[in-house]
């Protein structure tokens, strides 16, 4: 039987054992998306997980997206996080950021000032809503197309936010590629009707995702940069489409060629969106050849049983880590 509570090698890094604290977001830091010190206790109580992997963190100012979600962009946010990875290493623990820009799923109440909501294609999630504190609920706007200066600029903002949570004490970062944001945003053709270089076939809707996390490797080394999918999801108005298994296990491919410590793969079925099918994971398990993490509503039984059948290394756990610090 497979075994939760053994040690496990994570890159340079030993885990006490192969559960992992899921990202979740919060909205705990402040109004100008600095973390406050309620956060490090939270952290700190579960650190008992092999690896706690944050709430996603925006790189910049136009990654922020939702209303008092942590940043990591400037130097204000990097001491206030000092305190957190502080509490978690003192309890023994290991703590990944999960760096979340938002790209279309934005409001500009939720922005600071000067910020813009972008997207690969002028094209607003359908159907979603998103809350400010000055007007509620809020319909998402169109955003803006970006031009070439702006991917590159957005590349640059995720090489600048890993460094910036290494200066923070994070033993690495997790790039949030799912649940609809925006790299997912350039991955899905839904999202990305794109004519040049970013847009089109498999490999162009994949370039985003691999210029991020090749210029965050170089920026801070392989083992300390991880990557979460969720393929065929269905949040935020991003879709399961013709063609994913060839997209997802192409960038699997490259991904291994840069030595990323693993690969996070997130099923949402537990919450209702359609179940990704096991061939799917499996194939990107297959790609990757490196450390996969599974999440999605799972509890031990299920865990030792994924385990044991070779489809993932850890699992992740969310909302039994916010009843059970301790879990």
């Given at each position: ?115 813009e909501v972008l997207a690969p294609s002028a094209i607003p999630p359908a159907n ?17 197309e970006m031009t070439t200066a702006d991917i590159e600029h957005a590349i640059g ?171």
């Amino acid at each position: 039987m497979a075994n939760l509570f053994e040690s496990f090698q994570f890159g340079s890094t030993t885990l006490s054992n192969k559960t992992v604290m899921a990202p979740m977001t919060r909205s705990r830091a402040d109004q100008d998306h600095v973390p406050t010190s309620i956060m490090a206790d939270y952290y700190a109580q579960r650190a008992s997980a092999g690896l706690i992997i944050t709430e996603g963190t925006a790189p910049s100012p136009n990654g922020v997206g939702y209303t008092r979600i942590p940043g990591i962009y400037n130097q204000a946010q990097v001491e206030a996080w000092k305190p957190v990875t502080e509490a978690v290493h003192k309890e023994g623990g290991k703590i990944f950021i999960q760096i979340m820009h938002t790209g279309r799923v934005s409001h500009p109440l939720n922005l600071p000032e000067g910020a813009e909501v972008l997207a690969p294609s002028a094209i607003p999630p359908a159907n979603t809503e998103m809350y400010t504190d000055q007007e509620g609920n809020q319909p998402l706007p169109t955003p803006k197309e970006m031009t070439t200066a702006d991917i590159e600029h957005a590349i640059g903002e995720y090489v600048t936010a890993a460094k910036n949570a290494i200066e923070a004490g994070f033993d690495g970062v997790e790039l949030h590629g799912a649940n609809g944001y925006l790299i997912e945003q350039f991955i899905n053709p839904g999202s990305n009707k794109r004519s040049d270089e970013y847009g089109g076939s498999v490999e162009g809707r994949s370039k985003f995702v691999l210029e991020v996390a090749k210029r965050t490797v170089e920026a801070i080394g392989a083992d300390k940069v991880g990557i979460r999918f969720s393929p065929g999801g269905a949040f935020n108005d991003v879709n399961p489409f013709e063609g994913q298994e060839e997209t997802f296990f192409y960038i699997a491919e490259q991904l291994k060629a840069l030595n990323l410590v693993y690969i996070h793969l997130v099923d949402h079925s537990s919450m209702g969106t359609p179940e990704v099918p096991v061939s799917l994971k499996e194939g990107i398990r297959d790609a990757f050849g490196g450390t996969i993490i599974l999440s999605g509503g799972y509890d031990k039984a299920k865990a030792e049983a994924d385990l044991k059948a070779g489809l993932g290394h850890l699992v992740a756990f969310g909302r039994p880590f916010l009843a059970n610090p301790d879990l």
